[in-house]
């Protein structure tokens, strides 16, 4: 029984590696299926952890300009520094040229008492913290979109009433970066000023007009603002022309500007001369105010009994001549002070008003003197009330002599008056009307000579004569 023993434990040990054998086999097939089946279970999630990451990396491709700056920005270095201050803060001012080209001058308002004018401004100065390398020297260009990232100079336009930067069809606006950081900044504004005009002359004036340029916020201690080329830095288009000047001159100059509450400023100038067109005003002012003046002085060859036609003649060159004055005043400022074509058109009105005041006397002194002779010669009776100017208002002529006055109560007209008188001296073959003819035609000039008043005759001398010299007087002073 003893001698068995380890025989049984051999046949077991033998039993179970052969049960281990058998096992073996299976197991490591299983366990390779289960860990292929691992695998193929996450190569799916890889795979769409790729495809998402692809998918972001282009989307970061397409946001990079919000994100990272700009090419031309990360060159300028312009995340790097901080542009709200000026170039050499703390230190020296910094110069900023000025170039000027002016591109034309729209329009002069006298009653506004300003211009408006179309120019290109152009900005010079050196910021080095927008230098940058370039192997070929060559500088680069921006538009509008740069500028509010960097420092440019608070250019103004003093005394402006208006102005604006073109923007068709973008906004006229040019940055050119070098690479040492010279800066040239250009852009092309239309404004309107004010032009303090005197006008005196007027219209034989000349204005002087200025546009005065500045910087608001940095006085003579941070930036000193001056003319780019000298004299030079102010050019005009050659074509340049308006209706009613000529453009005698342009200049540049330069001064300065005291604030009480912030100092001393720089300031430059662009002066222009305009001398006005004075044949506009020949035509629509002095030529019809002489030939008024002229024109009033035909009621002094009109015959002094002709009462309807002297008045109406007066009155009409005065209307007239206040029309023209109207006219003048209506396209002119208010001013407080005489004006030249003042003088011209109130002393043309004067002449013409005289006119009228003349003939007014003649016809005062012409009723006292029939007066006078009719008491002369005793025709004036009280039995009737009809005298030499009730006479007159019937038939509208004097009546100078024996035969004109007839004292009956309801005169004829003139012309039957002087027929029945002279009808007494004619033999019976001629007819009165043929008569009458043959004695107008013999005694106009006598007529004439014997109605003409003696202030009508000084008057045709003295009025023309004055006249004359004044004009000589005011064209040599004026002109």
């Given amino acids: 029984m003893i001698r068995h023993i380890p025989l049984l434990e051999e046949m ?14 299976t197991a490591v097939l299983h366990s390779s299926h289960s ?3 691992r695998l193929h279970r996450r190569q799916p999630v890889s795979f769409s952890r790729k495809h998402n990451s692809k998918r972001e990396i282009k989307m970061r491709k397409l946001d990079s300009t919000k994100v990272r700056p700009l090419k031309s920005e990360q060159l300028l270095h312009i995340e790097d520094h901080d542009f709200a201050l ?3 803060f703390g230190g020296s001012p910094i110069p900023v040229g000025i170039d000027v080209q002016v591109e034309s001058i729209d329009s002069i308002s006298e009653v506004d008492m300003d211009f408006t004018m179309t120019l290109y401004l152009r900005h010079y100065w050196k910021d080095e913290r927008l230098s940058f390398r370039s192997n070929k020297n060559k500088s680069m260009t921006f538009d509008g979109r740069l500028i509010k990232k960097i ?10 009433k208006r102005s604006f930067i073109h923007d068709t069809t973008v906004e006229n606006i040019m940055l050119r970066v070098y690479p040492d950081g010279n800066v040239l900044f250009s852009l092309r504004i239309t404004v309107s000023a004010m032009c303090f005009m005197d006008f005196s002359r007027f219209p034989l004036d000349t204005q002087n007009c200025s546009l005065e340029l500045e910087s608001y916020a940095y006085n003579e201690d941070d930036l000193m603002l001056y003319w780019k080329h000298g004299n030079k830095s102010l050019s005009t288009d050659e074509h340049i022309s308006l209706s009613q000047f000529f453009i005698e001159e342009f200049s540049a100059s330069s001064g300065l500007a005291f604030y009480s509450s912030t100092g001393w400023y720089n300031r430059l100038f662009i002066n222009f001369a305009l001398r006005r067109h004075i044949f506009f005003f020949v035509l629509q002012s002095y030529f019809p105010a002489m030939l008024m003046v002229m024109l009033s002085w035909v009621s002094f060859w009109i015959d002094r009994r002709a009462v309807p036609a002297r008045v109406s003649l007066g009155i009409t060159t005065v209307l007239t001549m206040s029309t023209i004055m109207t006219g003048v005043s209506a396209s002119m400022p208010q001013v407080s002070y005489i004006k030249a074509v003042d003088v011209y058109l109130w002393i043309s009105f004067l002449f013409v008003f005289l006119s009228v005041i003349e003939y007014a006397a003649v016809n005062y002194l012409t009723t006292i003197e029939e007066r006078k002779q009719l008491k002369k010669r005793g025709k004036a009776s009280g039995m009737y009330s009809m005298d030499a100017v009730q006479a007159m208002a019937f038939d509208g002529c004097y009546h100078d002599t024996d035969e004109d006055m007839d004292l009956s109560p309801f005169p004829e007209p003139c012309e039957e008056n002087e027929t029945r008188a002279s009808q007494t001296n004619i033999s019976n073959a001629d007819t009165p009307r043929l008569k009458r003819k043959r004695s107008l035609k013999g005694n ?14 000084y008057s045709r001398i003295i009025f023309p004569s004055v006249y004359i010299v004044f004009n000589f007087f005011y064209w040599g002073l004026y002109i």
Avoid at 151 to 159: L, M, T
Avoid at 444 to 457: A, F, G, P
């Fill in 151 to 160: 420092w440019v100079p608070d250019v103004f336009f003093v005394h402006s």
């Fill in 444 to 457: 106009v000039s006598r007529i004439i000579l014997q109605n003409n008043h003696v202030i009508d005759t």
């Fill in 12 to 25: 077991v040990l033998v039993m179970k590696l052969l049960f281990l054998t058998c096992l073996w086999p």
């Fill in 35 to 37: 860990q292929h089946h």
């Fill in 86 to 88: 000026r170039p050499g």
